[in-house]
């Protein structure tokens, strides 16, 4: 079930942008892919992490380049959720403990989904790290703040919002590599599911 699903948003991912609109399922499809980056900068503009879904800032110079652009548009000095608009995207962002926060996707994405993923990484990480999200706690915590990312979003597509969700899956995570089926992002699922296949198919 789980590969027809990937399968499925594979092909319509690649048709084109007039049928989209010829079918509007194809679009609601497509629009999964949401988020084009994530990541977190520290008080003075430098990265702590950050990923990217998209092949659009293929260097690293590229990556840097924009996140200082929009650190510098943005208002650090507020601790509300910022909307930034830059060439074709949308960026949301927020600031708390000199931690830098934000989630980019394309400008005709809706911003409400946007701004829940945020939501979702920052509030995932304060129960984690017990509210110390500055950059030494992050950086201390590296690994948990690389699987709430992955928990939130896989390869674009926001996966799950709920911060008490994300935050057990990667607290249990921690815990035990093992993880269960239910417990896994859809990536980790799909791949959990071929391996059973091959096994059950040699044996």
């Given at each position: 079930f789980l590969g027809t699903i990937c399968s499925l948003i594979s092909?319509?991912?690649v048709l084109p942008k007039t049928l989209h609109?010829?079918?509007p399922l194809l679009s609601v499809m497509t629009s999964l892919y949401s988020v084009?980056?994530?990541?977190?900068?520290?008080?003075?503009?430098?990265?702590?992490?950050?990923?990217?879904?998209?092949?659009?800032?293929?260097t690293l110079q590229d990556k840097r380049k924009l996140e200082k652009q929009i650190f510098d548009k943005a208002n650090i000095s507020s601790?509300?959720?910022?909307?930034i608009l830059l060439d074709r995207l949308i960026v949301l962002c927020k600031m708390s403990n000199?931690?830098?926060?934000?989630?980019?996707g394309d400008l005709d994405q809706n911003e409400l989904i946007l701004e829940s993923a945020l939501d979702g990484l920052f509030n995932s990480l304060v129960l984690l790290l017990n509210g110390q999200v500055d950059k030494r706690?992050?950086?201390?915590?590296l690994d948990h703040v690389m699987l709430v990312i992955d928990e939130l979003i896989d390869n674009g597509i926001i996966m799950e919002t709920d911060s008490e969700i994300i935050a057990t899956r990667v607290a249990?995570?921690?815990?035990?590599?093992?993880v269960p089926l239910a417990e896994q992002t859809l990536?980790?699922?799909?791949?959990?599911?071929?391996?059973?296949?091959?096994?059950?198919?040699?044996?």
């Open positions: 092909n319509f991912s609109k010829q079918h084009r980056s994530v990541f977190i900068l520290d008080s003075e503009g430098s990265r702590v992490c950050a990923k990217y879904y998209t092949n659009e800032f293929e601790t509300q959720t910022d909307i000199g931690s830098f926060f934000c989630v980019i706690s992050l950086l201390e915590n249990l995570r921690g815990l035990d590599n093992d990536a980790q699922a799909v791949e959990t599911a071929k391996d059973q296949f091959k096994k059950a198919f040699l044996q």
